[in-house]
């Protein structure tokens, strides 16, 4: 996969958790209810913060438009030749160039990758 995509599928992954970590459902979730330890906690915000550094700012804003919009999937695989976020069908060119750049859907703006 293009390392930007899995930076930034990473990136988004690290969002769920802390957002579970903070919703107050997430105990019940949660393996025989534990909550994440203030350890784990400030690990994944560091990690998390070492990531973004690895991130261009333009496309780290543009995922954190996406994120407040939807508020959830941001980085979306195609499934043949449709948006997984949208599902909308893409243009067969954008397909291509989602297996080796940093495309958007051009629909709902979620980052696309492709899995073979
Ligand atoms: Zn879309």
């Known amino acids: 996969m293009n390392p ?7 990136l988004e992954e690290f969002d769920h958790i802390l957002r579970d970590i903070e919703s107050d459902k997430y105990p019940d979730d949660s393996f025989k209810g534990l909550k994440a330890s203030e350890q784990f906690i400030k690990i994944a915000e560091k990690e998390r913060a070492k990531l973004t550094r ?6 780290l804003a543009q995922y954190e438009r996406i994120m407040k919009r939807y508020g959830g999937r941001v980085v979306v695989q195609v499934i043949k030749e449709f948006c997984g ?29 492709w899995v073979k």
Do not use: H, M, Q, W
Not at 54 to 59: A, L, M, Q, R, W
Not at 87 to 108: A, F, G, K
């Open 4 to 10: 930007k995509i899995e930076a930034l599928r990473s």
């Open 54 to 59: 690895k991130i261009d700012p333009k496309v």
């Open 85 to 113: 976020g949208c599902y909308i069908r893409l243009p067969s060119e954008l397909v291509v160039r989602c297996r080796t750049e940093l495309v958007t859907c051009p629909n709902c703006g979620r980052f696309l990758y």
